[in-house]
């Protein structure tokens, strides 16, 4: 009747599980991205796809906070829920609909165009708005933990929200996720709607073809990398880890700027950097801001988008395609007559100089 498992989980949740068997088929595990456990399923009488997640969280009060804060939530870009029970003294779980386009690191890999990475960056600054007008602040916001339906983003784990104080705005850091972790909350343990804006930052840096590796020793330096092979207490490593992470979003040398494709103009780059700032009193200090600077970015750059190595741009009127020449330069194709032929008046060139070149004909 219900899900089958061939791992062991706690009694409880295994007999939720048969349970629910009544009501929904087709149990699918997902093992990425969620606390607890996650799993998808379909009502058995409506052929709803639904996401159902069981979670321990916090003793206390605070236990049920995810499925409470979401409630009162109304956005395009959060997920809704359906409904949500204890299991037991433990365990409980909520149901929310299922987003069929993976995560935002899927989509991320999908490499999107210009236009369309900056609508889910606007989508998601929507969602966080809408966290921020209740008081709250997410502290995870990272690719993991926001999921696409269709070209929609939808902000899709709760677990680390919380309230602010009425008085201060401030409420203690999250200590998930390192390499999003706002520089000022690794100092103070304390975290503001600020650091929201910082981590959407990263999120929008990856969105518009920014390199963020998640292997955290990438981010050592190479004495750093020879202590880090002689040790081989895991907790020292990763301390060594997070201090590195540190002293690179410190010195906003965390993102690297040099892997954003070439259409990313210098303005542009200024407000991601602006968006990054490890002062919070000098980073852009809103969503409303940052939805701002993300307008005028997406209205200031030509819709590029990567199709494998080639470059494209389709305008109302013009098609080109940048072609790597295997030589480290780009060779400009310009569609005419259902064909692509070689763009008149330019020589091959690197991918920078082509694409204003294009610009400038456009």
């Known amino acids: 009747m219900g899900a089958r498992v061939s791992d062991q989980l706690p009694d409880e949740v295994q007999q939720c599980l048969t349970e629910l068997g009544v009501h929904y088929s087709d149990f699918e595990k997902v093992t990425r991205g969620a606390s607890g456990y996650l799993w998808f399923a379909k009502n058995r009488l409506t052929q709803a796809e639904v996401a159902i997640k069981f979670y321990a969280g916090e003793s206390g009060a605070l236990r049920h906070d995810e499925p409470r804060l979401l409630s009162q939530l109304r956005s ?15 365990w409980a779980y909520f149901i929310t609909p299922r987003c069929d386009g993976g ?3 899927d989509y991320i890999k999908s490499r999107p165009s210009v236009h369309a990475s900056v609508d889910a960056i606007l989508g998601i600054s929507h969602g966080v708005s809408e966290i921020h007008s209740h008081g709250m602040v997410h502290r995870d916001l990272k690719p993991a933990n926001i999921v696409m339906d269709g070209a929609v983003p939808r902000i899709a ?6 309230v602010l104080d009425a008085a201060s705005s401030v409420t203690t850091a999250s200590q998930h996720s390192g390499l999003y972790r706002p ?19 990263l999120v929008a840096y990856q969105l518009l073809g920014g390199v963020l590796p998640y292997d955290g020793r990438q981010y050592l330096s190479n004495s750093q990398h020879k202590l880090y092979e002689a040790m081989s207490d895991e907790c020292e490593r990763s301390l060594l880890v ?16 040099s892997t954003l494709p070439p259409w990313i103009s210098a303005a542009g780059k200024r407000s991601l950097r602006q968006l990054l700032h490890p ?24 819709d590029w988008s990567f199709n494998g190595t080639v470059a494209i741009l389709a305008t109302q009127d013009k098609n080109y395609e940048l072609r790597p020449t295997g030589s480290g330069e780009f ?11 070689r763009v008149p008046g330019l020589s091959p060139g690197t991918l920078s100089e082509l694409v204003r070149a294009c610009a400038s004909r456009i």
């Not at 520089?183 to 930052?201: A, F, K």
């Not at 997070?242 to 700027?257: G, H, I, P, V």
């Open 76 to 90: 395009a870009n959060i997920l809704s829920i359906h409904d949500a029970r204890n299991v037991s003294e433990d």
């Open 279 to 302: 002062n919070p009193a000098e980073r852009i200090s809103s969503m409303a801001d940052l939805t701002a600077a993300m307008h005028r970015l997406r209205g200031e750059t030509a």
């Open 242 to 257: 997070d201090a590195a992470m540190l002293k690179r979003a410190q010195n906003c040398t965390l993102a690297n700027f």
């Open 103 to 105: 995560d935002l690191d």
């Open 183 to 201: 520089p000022e909350s690794w100092i103070t343990n304390t975290y503001t709607r600020s650091g929201d804006v910082y981590q959407l930052g």
């Open 157 to 162: 784990d709760f677990g680390t929200v919380r």
């Open 331 to 341: 060779e400009p194709f310009q569609r005419k007559n259902g064909a692509f032929r």
